[in-house]
């Protein structure tokens, strides 16, 4: 490891370890429990965009949309 880089990562380990505790967290929808997501989640892993129409893409959208 370069001479400085030792420093640097010092110092990154101690404003890590300095952040507050309760930081607010981004939650993703593919690991939400709600059912809403997950069914959203599932329809989106089945679609094969490659054989779709942009017509058709745009419709499946406007389709997963009303879900929400």
């Known amino acids: 490891m370069p001479q400085?880089?030792?420093a640097s990562s010092e110092a990154i380990r101690q404003s890590?370890?300095?952040l507050p505790a309760e930081q607010p967290?981004?939650?993703?929808i593919f690991e939400a429990s709600d059912p809403v997501a997950a069914q959203?989640?599932?329809a989106l892993?089945?679609?094969?965009l490659n054989s779709m129409t942009?017509?058709?893409?745009?419709l499946k959208l406007n389709e997963l949309k009303g879900l929400l």
């Open 45 to 48: 892993e089945d679609l094969d």
């Open 25 to 28: 967290v981004q939650l993703s």
């Open 4 to 6: 400085g880089e030792g």
């Open 40 to 42: 959203l989640k599932e």
């Open 16 to 18: 890590l370890q300095n």
């Open 54 to 58: 942009p017509i058709e893409c745009m």
